[in-house]
Structure formats: structure tokens, C-alpha cells
């Protein structure tokens, strides 16, 4: 049988079968010594003991012939009494480490066929305990992972459908005579569908970067003269709500980044702050070099003072699809993974993104990038 139990059982009772043939074997030694100098004192003799009992047996009378057979038979029975005991006890020890391992195999299988967050109750502080817990967390993961990826693909199946709907419909109309076709018609299809590129795309590039697979071609890149590109790019949106575009960027040096990737990151989070800006607002973005943690970073901030969000929405703004305003109103919102992608980004550069905002008076988010490498 390769079952642990017997092993361990087998190699425990060979032990303890061993010491017990020692003992046994070192008590009747010590015990015909003993007892040949009583015989020695008893009877007076001028023969020569071998040490072998059987050569003074000659000389025993009957009650040490009785005491050295009750001697042995007491022996006998303690001996096999702590091998029936040590027997038992390996079985039980190697069951303690075995059965565990048993519910723990038996868990592992059913995550393997799907029932993802099976834990076991396992609540000893040995390795096998250890191992318990970190089974449990990983079945747990398994499982979020999974309610998370399910989520996400309704998510995604729910944004392609109303576009695709409105397109749809658009067309049929189209096709039916019941919609013009005019160039203003088709012009707005197309600008549905070019949303719609975008948004696939930018799942695209957040499920890469969320897997960190999405490749980053990193140079020493200049971040306020992205900022400038993305500011002068958006110019045209910012006056058109009558909204100013400040920038006071500090003295800072290049670091190594990927610039398409950083300067999407600016982008989504000014026209974010454009977005959720009223008329004749304010945008600044800044720059500067601050220490933290002991090390140098880069902090990039875009304050607005638009809208603002809830406090009980701040921790979710970063999550996929997640909007303040439910409606889905074009106007009003984007795809809802403009931040995720932020936030991804920003930490597949080793950076992270935080906010503060308040209801009414505006939003701030700050952003640090590391210095590339060790720096004092
Ligand atoms: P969306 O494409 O809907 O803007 P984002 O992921 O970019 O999605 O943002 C998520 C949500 O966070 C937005 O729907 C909005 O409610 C809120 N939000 C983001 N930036 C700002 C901001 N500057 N001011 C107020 N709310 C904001």
C-alpha cells in the first residue's frame, strides 16, 4: 500500500519495535548480572560464572527459578503492551497528518471542476494548518476572480449592446425609409461607431494591462511636454465650455516611460475634469518632485472644481463601468473605464493614483511616478 498512513505507521512502529527490542534486551542483561552476584552472595561459590544464566541456573532453587520466569513474562507483556500502545499511537499520528491532507486533496479536486471558493476547516497551527489557509485564500481568489470576470463580460456584453442598438435601429430606419438619409444622420452613426471603437479598444488595452501584458515601450520621456500636447489638444473643448486650462508645472526631470500610454493618462483625466465641469470653470494641472516613502517621485496633479463626487462613490471610481450618474447619458458620462485605465497604467509604471473630492466644490487627483532606478 503507498498510502502515507501505513508508511508513517510502519516506520514509527519500526522504531519504536527496535527501542523496545533494546530495552527489553538491556533490562535482562542487567538483570542476569544482577542476579548472578545474588547467587554469587546466596550460595558462596568458587566456580567461575560465565555470565550466561543457563551455567548458575544449576544452582537456582525454586523461588529464583519462578522470580527470573515472572521477570521474563513481565517483559514479554510490557513489551508487547508498548508496541500495541505505539502501534495504535503511529496510526493515529500518521492520521492526524494524513486525514487533513484527504480533505484537502479532495477540495483542491472540486476547485479544479469548478466550485471555486471551497474552503476547508482546518484550524491547526502546523504546516498542514498553513497549508489549509493559503488553500482557503486561493479558492477564495479563485473564486472573486471569477464572479469578477463574470461581471465584467456582462458588463462589457451590456456597453456593446446599446450602441450596436441604437446603430441597428438607426439603420433599419435607414433602410425602411422611416429615418432620413441625411448627411447628419450618418454623420452621428459614425460618431457611434467611433465611440465604439474607442471603447473596445480601451478594454482591449485594460484587460492587457490588467493580465501585465500589455507591452509598454518605455524612453526617457519629458512629462510636462506631454502635458502641453494634451492641454493644447483639448484647448478647443475647453473653450467651448468657456472652462481655463492652468498648468503650473515645476522644474522635474525626464523619467522613463511609455509617452502614448502616460499621455492617454493625462488625457482621460482632463477631459474627465472637463467633462464634470461646468461652464467657466477651472483645470489645473501641476507638477513637481516630492519625497515619499524615502524615495523621489514625480506628482502630477489635475484639480477641478466641477461637480465633484459622493464620498460613498470615491471608492469605487476606479472600478470598470462604474458611474456616478447611472443614467448613461452620453452627455453626461463616458465609457466608465476611463479611470480604470488611469489607475492600471499608473501602476504598470510602478506609480499610483489617488483622489479627493468633494460634493459641489470639485475633484483633485494626484498621481506620483517613480524616479527610474535608485534616487537620492
Ligand atoms: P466615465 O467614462 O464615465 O467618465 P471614468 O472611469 O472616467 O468613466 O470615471 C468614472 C466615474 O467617476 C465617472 O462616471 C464620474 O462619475 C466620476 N468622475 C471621474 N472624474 C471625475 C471628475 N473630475 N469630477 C467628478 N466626477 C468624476
Known sequence: MNSITYRITGLMFLGIFLTVLILINLANYQMEMLFEEYLKVQYGTHRQFMGAIHESAAMMGLPEKEFMQSFHRSLFWVGGAILFVGLIA????????????????????????????????????????????????????????????????????????????????????????????????????????????????????????????????????????????????????????????????????????????????????????????????????????????????????????GIGIFPQDLPFIFDHFYRVDKSRDKQSGGSGIGLAIVKQLIENHGGTVEVVSERGKGSTFFMYLPFEGKNS
Open 90 to 305: 503511529s496510526y493515529l499520528l500518521a492520521q492526524s497528518i494524513t486525514v487533513p491532507l484527504r480533505y484537502l486533496s479532495s477540495a483542491a479536486d472540486a476547485v479544479r471542476k469548478g466550485a471555486y471558493g471551497r474552503q476547508v476547516d482546518i484550524s491547526s497551527d502546523d504546516e498542514v494548518g498553513q497549508l489549509a489557509v493559503i488553500f482557503n485564500r486561493m479558492s477564495k481568489a479563485l473564486a472573486d476572480n471569477n464572479s469578477l470576470r463574470q461581471r465584467f463580460l456582462a458588463d462589457i456584453a451590456h456597453e456593446l449592446k446599446t450602441p450596436l442598438t441604437v446603430i441597428q435601429g438607426n439603420l433599419e430606419g435607414m433602410l425602411e425609409g422611416v429615418i432620413d438619409r441625411s448627411d447628419e444622420q450618418i454623420n452621428s452613426l459614425y460618431e457611434e461607431t467611433f465611440q465604439l471603437n474607442r471603447m473596445i479598444r480601451d478594454l482591449r488595452d485594460l484587460t492587457l494591462a490588467e493580465a501585465g501584458q500589455l507591452p509598454l515601450e518605455k524612453k526617457p520621456g519629458d512629462i510636462n511636454g506631454l502635458i502641453s500636447r494634451v492641454l493644447l489638444m483639448l484647448e478647443p473643448l475647453a473653450e467651448e465650455k468657456n472652462i481655463a486650462l492652468v498648468s503650473k508645472l515645476g522644474r522635474i526631470p525626464e523619467i522613463i516611460i511609455d509617452t502614448d500610454r502616460i499621455a492617454q493618462v493625462f488625457y482621460n483625466l482632463i477631459t474627465n475634469a472637463l467633462r464634470y465641469t461646468t461652464k467657466n470653470g477651472k483645470i489645473t494641472i501641476s507638477t513637481d518632485v516630492v519625497r515619499k516613502d524615502g524615495r523621489k517621485w514625480i506628482k502630477i496633479e489635475v484639480a477641478d472644481n
